[in-house]
């Protein structure tokens, strides 16, 4: 089968200091992998890099077998790779609904002309669009506060909300950075069974940035650990844990 | 509270409302009414920058001067009708607001795109002003007799009701435009510029389509405003100029169509009302702008968001 993600030999350059450095890996779809590593280590660089954030000098990335490098966020996004960030990238005075339609945005197709002149396909674009976000809430039990500027909700709800809205396309390769975050033990353990769904009926790739050890070995089928911009082990969440190399980055002590 | 659908009851009898007021009015009222529809537009167009997008472009009065002009040219050098006039106002003005993108479109935000696009302005009421040969200079340029598709617009009343045309037509195309995933995607901008980009939306081509649109509807209104004053001056574009605009947003609030309108209306009646007290009339003016703010920081709009929540804004029709 081939890889959904491909990288091979990344390395990115901030001024002269090398934040990741020859970075080869792949992630499948319906896997679920886990990027680790102690702060620093370039892990929001790695997603940053995929989703086209930041420019890479070196290496290759390749999305279902097709380079993505130099391609802009938005074109990534519309291949197929979504994102969620890691200090909350909800649109805050737009009600939770709005976020979802927003997520929407290139299913929803109408053009320029119609929208301006209110015609009939336009607005059927639109409405289709409407039903379909309102599913995706109720989907999420957030269908109670659909009409809540995203500002106004629960740490909890709006991490819900940012993957719903991440969701919204069903891209085939999920990015999330630190999606429990800020939640209650009970809230991530929820948070994490939707991971694991997302991955294991839907068969969505799921990459995942998480600090919380026990929910990264329990949760996730692959881990990547990084230790400043090095790839330093990858392998299922029984071997990482027996890693000499991880246990002295990470954990401090072999 | 009362329901959408009394509030959008209420909004088509005002709009038959607003039909009478020509006979209710003398010459002197119904020529403010014209002013505040010249400037519900040039604050709508104003607000989908600032309050939509979210960003400080300070090239209203150069998109309504360069409106006023186009219209004002055309007719006095080449005799077209006021028809074609209007639409070449709204294409230089979008072609205005197009250029005015570069500046946000290189990365230049707040106050740096405030003063570049503020020098803007100037620069064009300068061109106004040394370009006297055609548009002959600081005398202003006196408007040709004009009709709207075989209306003379001699007196108040027919302009009143082209204006009224105008401005609900530009409102209603702005409405629908705001509230698709056109209107989603130029708030979302405003809201986190990196996150609309990884949902797939392209965020250069709506912060262009926000300018040539913002542009366009206040190159329009530069069209009205020539036949409403019936000369064009580079005076009329200055600096002051274009801070009222900006109170008019504000007192309005920020981001809201009707919020335009309101502050257009507000901010036009204000200072006609205080000019019975000479000498005192901008102080009144500037205190109630003040206060205005103070207590209702997201403008008069939001007193009405008590009445009913219909009445704020949404970015989807139901």
Sequence with gaps: MEPLLELQGLTIDFSGLRALSNITFNSNAGEVCAVIGPNGAGKTTLFNAISGYVPSKNGSISFKGEPIQGLSPHEISIKGIRRTFQNGGLFPEMTALENVLTGLHVHIKSSFFGTIMGLGEARDAEREGLARSRRLLKLMDLDDIADQPAKDLSGGQQRMLEIVRTLATEPPLLLLDEPVVGLSPPMRERMMEIIRRLAGEEGIGIMLIEHVIDLVMSGSDTIIVLSSGELIAKGPPVEIRQNHEVLEAYLGHS | MISQ????????????????????????????????????????????????????????????????????????????????????????????????????????????????????????????????????GSDGLLMPHSSFLGIPLDSEVPKFFVFLLLTILVIKATSNLMKSKIGRAIVAIRENEATTASLGIPTANYIILAFVWSGAVVGIAGAMFAVLTERVLPESFGLTEVIVHFGMVLVGGTGSIIGSVIGAITLTALPEYFRQFPGLDELFFGIIIVVILLFLPKGLVSLLWYVSPAFKERYYKE
């Design chain 2, 5 to 136: 659908k009394t509030v959008r009851l209420s909004f088509y009898i005002f709009l038959l409302l607003l039909l009478i007021i020509p006979f209710i009015t003398n010459e002197y009222l119904l020529w403010m009414v014209n002013t505040m529809l010249v400037y519900t537009l040039v604050t709508l167009g104003f607000n989908i920058l600032i309050g939509n997008l979210g960003q400080l472009v300070f090239a209203n009065t150069a998109f309504f001067g360069i409106g006023a002009y186009t219209t004002a040219i055309l007719m006095v050098y080449t005799g077209v009708p006021y028809f074609i006039g209007i639409i070449a106002s709204a294409l230089t003005g979008g072609l205005a607001g197009f250029l005015a993108s570069v500046t946000a479109l290189r990365g230049i935000r707040l106050y740096y795109l405030a003063i570049i696009t503020l020098a803007f302005g100037e620069l064009m009421r300068w061109v106004y002003l040394h370009g006297d040969k055609v548009t002959k």
